[in-house]
């Protein structure tokens, strides 16, 4: 948690243990289900523990924070009700079926119920800290593991103040993203756009720093902006150095360097793989580059917006720069790709009348072929007798002595064709995005220049 430091004025990362009020009650159930009782002794000193009965409500708690339906619910009579019901399904399992288990039955019941209180006696304790924690004037924010949608905006000093923004527990929908704002700036890590292969521009302005959807990286999150409010607060030309001028700048040399690069190297999203060359090459190099540099064209925008405390202007010239020298790669990369096309479209227009005619005759011996092992089927106790099918081979082979020769033939005309329609329709797809990305360009300085 980040809380206020009154003697330095600064931001402090603290950490703070929850405590279970049920940890004595849990570690008693635990003990008696590691023995032989029967399940109703369970349940009897369920119902004579009264204190578990504070477990009595659903609990917003997100025990896996990347899943889906994550919110719990755990109450005594709810969970009572249930041990009931699996105490009969074990004892029909056991009238139905002599070979059945029930002592192992009855072990994997008292482990679940174990494990349904452990979790819930958890989910209950993280619940009164994040009570507790709302209560502490002190304290600025607090890591939570709370189902749905968050954005809470904390005003850690006068020019300084950040969003944690969390959807946990919704799946492939969940996020967990901080922001900071530096005197009604937001800052956004541009470099992203560069470093990263595949990372949407309208997903970077949305945070200024993005976390792996784990507990754990509650630290890393509360760290980054305890780091940022403090060297505000110490030295506002450094701040704005890193977390303003650096981003600009190591957006801008990235695209600059990408202009004139062959091998381009990125960052993996996942922190244990570092760096790797991006495999692409011609067209779909270019089409990559293309991308990324008349993509940057959409940030000039909140570049613009930092006009009150840096000095933005060399950097957009330098952006547009960038993109001026794209255009021109663009469009003579269009050039080529369309003779290309051209070129294969002719080939494969040429190559389909004997590909047709090849399909064709490959069904005929398909066709023949089924009506011969029909006929073998009559010979043969089963119908995946391998002598059968030696037999079956061999008959057709001499019936038909031409059809090895067709075959290899036929293989090599299927690649070409095949070869062939993947390059048309990958040149097709690229020449589409480049034509939008000169688009773009065109349309930029186009409004710029009126």
Not at 37 to 47: A, G, H, K, R
Not at 141 to 151: E, I, M, P
Not at 170 to 183: A, D, E, P
Not at 358 to 369: E, G, H, L, V
Request: hydrophobic share 35%.
């Amino acid at each position: 948690m980040l809380v206020h430091n009154h003697s330095t004025s600064e931001v402090d990362l603290e950490y703070m243990d929850y405590v279970n009020p049920l940890e004595k009650e849990l570690q008693q159930l635990q003990e008696l289900c590691n023995t032989q009782v029967s399940l109703q002794e369970v349940i009897n000193f369920i119902q004579k523990t009264h204190t578990f009965n504070v477990l009595a409500k659903e609990i917003n708690y997100c025990e896996d924070l990347d899943k889906s339906y994550q919110s719990i619910t755990i109450k005594n009579d709810a969970m009572i009700n249930k041990i009931n019901k699996w105490c009969k399904i074990i004892e029909k399992r056991a009238q139905e079926d002599e070979n059945f288990d029930i002592n192992d039955a009855v072990t994997k019941c008292k482990n679940r119920i174990v494990s349904e209180y452990t979790k819930g006696c958890k989910a209950f304790a993280i619940e009164q800290a994040f009570r507790f924690c709302l209560k502490n004037k002190n304290i600025i924010t607090f890591s939570h593991r709370r189902c749905g949608w968050s954005q809470p905006v904390y005003q850690l000093t006068p020019n300084f103040s950040i969003e944690v923004k969390t959807n946990f527990g919704y799946g492939r929908s969940s996020y967990f993203f901080s922001k900071l704002i530096f005197k009604g700036i937001e800052i956004v890590p541009f470099s992203e756009w560069v470093q990263y292969e595949i990372v949407k521009a309208s997903e970077i302005v949305r945070y200024s720093a993005e976390y792996p959807l784990e507990n754990d990286a509650w630290e890393d999150a509360l760290r980054y902006c305890r780091e940022a409010c403090n060297l505000s607060l110490k030295n506002e030309e450094d701040f704005i150095s890193k977390y303003l001028v650096g981003q600009c700048e190591l957006m801008v040399n990235g695209l600059e360097l990408l202009l004139i690069e062959d091998a381009v190297f990125v960052e993996s999203k996942d922190k244990h793989h570092g760096k790797h060359q991006l495999d692409r090459k011609g067209y779909y190099l270019t089409e990559y580059k293309g991308e990324k540099i008349s993509g940057a064209l959409n940030f000039i925008s909140k570049i613009a917006s930092l006009d009150s405390v840096i000095l933005v202007s060399d950097f957009i010239s330098r952006i547009e720069e960038c993109n001026n020298k794209m255009h021109t790669i663009l469009s003579q990369e269009l050039t080529y790709a369309e003779e290309e096309l051209n070129v294969s479209q002719a080939l494969l227009i040429k190559l389909k009348p004997n590909y047709s005619s090849m399909t064709d005759r490959n069904a005929f011996y398909a066709k023949q072929k089924h009506t011969m092992r029909m006929s073998n089927l009559k010979l043969y106790v089963t119908p995946i007798s391998s002598v059968g099918d030696n037999n079956l081979e061999k008959d057709f082979i001499t019936r038909f002595s031409e059809f090895p020769a067709f075959k290899e033939e036929f293989a090599k005309t299927v690649r070409e064709y095949y070869n062939l329609s993947t390059s048309i329709t990958n040149l097709t797809k690229v020449m589409y995005s480049i034509r939008l990305y000169v688009k773009k360009i065109e349309e930029y300085f186009a409004r710029v220049n009126k």
